[in-house]
């Protein structure tokens, strides 16, 4: 029996600890809760626990999940997301996590301008050039906030990673460091539609590092939840 509550509570120490030894406060990093094959039930008693934000990777998967527990939490899409899902992402999540391209941008902010209010996202970078991994090079990061620049119906609000696996949390502190310095690199000159405020890096493995290196997002699965089925 997986015991959500306490699990959500180390989490929350080590992600609090992490902060404090890199002198940060524990507030400037969100925790989401990566529910991937999980239950509604087990989502709800995190809730209870204290979870705030929800992580998806499929669109057709998180719909039950929305319908059910609603907005009792903010809800992200982190897997990957094609252009034909665009209009469903939009209305069931709070943040999309996986720009990773300039006509899945303007799809976004087509969306955004219809309803009012600019869709939230940021851009995934595929920092350690992994042909197995989603994201775009870091060198085209430039090129697509110019291309979107112009859109207030998105608003880029940060960059995203996955790091490669690695067999110590530290061998992979060089690809978060290196999506930090991009991010504020690019936020220099950034257009007003890109406040690049986030970095969402970091998994159950390795979370810890990347909260040393700036994450303001830190995307935890099974630590909360235990094994995927």
């Not at 034909?84 to 720009?99: G, P």
């Amino acid at each position: 029996m997986i015991d959500v509550d306490a699990n959500w509570r180390r989490v929350s120490e080590r992600v609090a600890a992490a902060a404090a030894a890199a002198g940060r406060e524990a507030r400037d990093v969100r925790i989401i809760a990566v529910a991937k094959t999980k239950p509604v039930e087990m989502i709800s008693a995190a809730v209870a626990a204290g979870v705030t934000d929800v992580g998806e990777n499929y669109v057709q998967e998180a719909v039950e999940k929305v319908r059910c527990i609603g907005a009792a939490v903010r809800w992200h899409m982190i897997g990957r997301l094609q252009r034909n899902k665009a209009t469903k992402a939009v209305e069931l999540f709070d943040v999309i996590h996986s720009l990773d391209s300039f006509p899945l941008g303007m799809a976004l902010a087509r969306h955004g301008e219809r309803r009012g209010r600019p869709v939230r996202v940021l851009v995934e970078v595929n920092v350690a050039g992994e042909a197995t991994k989603a994201g775009i090079a870091p060198a085209q990061v430039s090129e697509l906030l110019a291309g979107l620049a112009t859109q207030p119906g998105v608003e880029i609000d940060g960059l995203m990673t996955v790091a490669p696996a690695a067999p110590t949390p530290e061998a992979v502190r060089p690809y978060f460091r290196a999506l930090r310095e991009l991010r504020d690199r690019l936020r220099a000159d950034a257009a007003a539609n890109a406040p690049l405020r986030e970095l969402s890096m970091g998994m159950t493995d390795d979370f810890e590092v990347a909260i040393e290196e700036g994450a303001t997002m830190v995307r935890i699965g099974r630590a909360i939840f235990g094994e995927r089925t």
